[in-house]
């Protein structure tokens, strides 16, 4: 089974980034994903700003297959949590190439010079 977890200590979040060859940002929160065979499989670490939620970083762990259904549920997870607490938008920057169809399919959308989520659509009850 999937799993996608809150990382609530920062020196867990440190480590978790480095096995992904992510930038550690101790002011964000995270999420940290883990495939069906219980492998830690990556990490979203997002900050919660006035009036928005920045997505910050997407990574997968380096030096294996990358999950994709882990990574589109954990970026996912960061999202609504955000939106459960009522923030409505979601931001990010425009991700590498090799990124850009899973943000997608988390539902950001290009918008000026990074990429924009409607919360509400996202998660009040519509097919995706």
Excluded: W
Excluded at 34 to 51: E, P, R, T, V
Excluded at 72 to 85: D, H, M, P, R, V
């Amino acid at each position: 089974m999937l799993k996608v977890i809150p990382v609530q200590d920062k020196n867990e979040q440190e480590r978790l980034c480095s096995l992904c060859g992510a930038e550690y940002i101790p002011e964000a929160l995270a999420y940290a994903g883990y495939s069906d065979g219980g492998d830690f499989a990556c990490i979203a670490q997002f900050k919660i700003c006035a009036g928005y939620v920045k997505l910050c970083s997407l990574s997968a762990a380096a030096g294996g297959p990358v999950d994709e259904d882990v990574m589109l549920l954990c970026g996912l997870a960061a999202l609504n949590f955000a939106y459960t607490i009522g923030i409505k938008e979601a931001r990010c920057d425009t991700p590498d190439e090799a990124k850009l169809p899973l943000y997608r399919k988390i539902g950001f959308a290009p918008c000026g010079d990074g990429m924009r989520c409607d919360l509400a659509m996202l998660f009040e009850g519509h097919c995706r």
